[in-house]
């Protein structure tokens, strides 16, 4: 079966601008979850959104948000871009919300420049 | 939910030894998940262990839980070129809480 599947894969924004990216999970998968992933951070977490309600929540501002659909796919903002915002964006998705093996897609890279 | 802790930050061994990383966390869990990254890309799950088991293997992986120092590690043996990667553990406290990782384990596989 297809695995996890985000878009773009690379983009350029400058600051000041908004992104959307998007992630569509495995079929049947409900839960979605997103991380950022810097150099100097390391992988955190975003938030995890099942059945189209967020149930966890990282510790980011608010310019970043995130939904989903009620076909699970999800997608996450980030406005108002900040250099500190160029980051790999992984998305992942599991059968069920938490405890469960997570499957991650290729990730998106955002530059800010 | 909780972050584990691997050690050491980074490994670099020849190929064909056997690499050994260990993670530590903090309070009770569900379950504990090793993943894999290899540069640039998405994390891919390796194996899970379950808070009653002590030992997991699949393949070349050998897992060890000891729930009552709070700790696993993770044996590759045989290690090969491919298995260069930043490897991970995600300690899974259940009831539907997020998974968090730290900053993992950056192995080198030299030739």
């Known amino acids: 079966k297809a695995g996890v599947t985000q878009t773009p894969r690379y983009l350029i924004k400058t600051r000041g601008q908004q992104v959307t990216l998007s992630c569509s999970p495995i079929?049947?998968?409900?839960?979605v979850s997103w991380y950022q992933q810097t150099p100097g951070q390391g992988l955190q977490f975003l938030f995890e959104?099942?059945?189209?309600?967020?149930?966890n929540k990282g510790n980011f501002p608010g310019r970043f948000s995130g939904r989903q659909f009620s076909n699970s796919r999800s997608e996450m903002n980030v406005s108002t871009l900040e250099l500190g915002d160029s980051a790999l964006y992984l998305c992942?998705?599991?059968?069920?919300?938490?405890?469960?093996?997570?499957?991650f897609g290729a990730g998106s890279r955002l530059t800010v420049l | 939910s909780q972050q584990g802790e691997e050690d050491p930050q980074a490994l670099s061994i020849q190929e064909g030894e056997n690499a050994t990383m260990n993670c530590s966390y903090k309070t009770s869990i569900n379950n504990l998940q090793w993943y894999r990254q290899n540069s640039g890309r998405g994390l891919v799950h390796l194996i899970l262990i379950r808070s009653n088991e002590r030992e997991k293997h699949s393949g070349r992986l050998r897992v060890t839980l000891d729930t009552s120092k709070k700790s696993s590690s993770l044996l590759i043996t045989a290690s090969r070129a491919a298995d260069t990667a930043s490897y991970f553990c995600a300690p899974d406290v259940g009831r539907d809480d997020k998974i968090i990782f730290g900053k993992g384990t950056r192995l080198h596989i030299l030739p």
């Open positions: 079929s049947g998968h409900r839960s």
């Open positions: 959104y099942f059945s189209e309600t967020q149930r």
């Open positions: 992942a998705s599991s059968f069920n919300s938490g405890a469960n093996v997570l499957t």
